[in-house]
């Protein structure tokens, strides 16, 4: 099993990821479902994220660091999500013509935000709002009374649908926030895989779900995700 290895280190190193990286948590698909269906009843949510194509992984990385600390400065401690895609390598070719042996997985971090209980869902729209302006993005996710939507930073609203499954999330997120037409999946959410992990993702202002002995068995590891 992957494990942290320092709880001190470095916040650059902590935010790394991958199979090679010190920061090797575990992802979880169960935990990430029950995360949803905590909301199905209707409490609002965003899912958010600082990552831009033009921007290559360190950078992107200390984007989603700097949206970390906005969040948490806001009362709004976000858990971390695992998204996965294929694109194809070669240039103009479109997903749905590239040889299989051309598609390279692309790996995103993005944020699940609960809404404050002490604070109104005009104002934590208005944070999410602010927050795809800053860090340039098109949109976010949101959920609100059970209802998903597309805001954008100009204030626009779209629904992309009613109840919350992870499919119809990850479909809005990959075709109105990534702006891709490819299959896009959400892995799960990220876990600690030790209690030195468990303290670091809490000195890091990151919140995750505590699994139950059924939800362990089927943790991935960073290869699990990156190897197909």
């Known amino acids: 099993m992957l494990r942290f290895t320092d709880y001190n280190q470095p916040p650059t190193q902590y935010d790394d990821w991958g199979a090679n990286s010190t920061n090797n948590s575990l992802i979880s698909e169960a935990g990430l ?61 479109p997903y749905e013509s590239c040889p299989a042996d051309k598609l390279k997985d692309v790996v995103e971090r993005s944020y699940f935000v609960p809404k404050n209980e002490d604070m109104s869902s005009t ?33 626009n609203k779209f ?12 479909q809005g997120y990959s075709q109105h926030v990534k702006k891709m037409n490819v299959p896009f999946t959400f892995e799960g959410v990220e876990v600690p895989g030790s209690s030195i992990g468990n303290r670091t993702m809490r000195a890091h202002g990151i919140k995750f779900p505590i699994l139950n002995e059924e939800e ?13």
């Open 159 to 170: 629904k992309i649908g009613t109840g919350t499954s992870i499919g119809k999330i990850a």
């Open 33 to 93: 479902s029950r995360l949803i269906r905590k909301y199905e009843s209707g409490g609002d949510f965003a899912i958010i994220t600082a990552y831009r194509g033009n921007y290559n992984k360190k950078q992107n990385i200390k984007r989603n660091r700097d949206l970390r600390g906005e969040l948490n400065s806001n009362k709004l401690g976000p858990y971390q999500l695992v998204g996965h895609w294929q694109e194809c390598e070669l240039e103009d070719v």
């Open 216 to 228: 362990t068995k089927s943790l991935k590891s960073w290869e699990d995700i990156l190897n197909g």
């Open 123 to 155: 104002e934590f729209e208005d944070i999410i709002k602010d927050l795809c302006k800053k860090f340039q993005q098109d949109g976010a996710v949101i959920g609100q009374k059970g209802n998903i939507q597309i805001v954008e930073p100009s204030g």
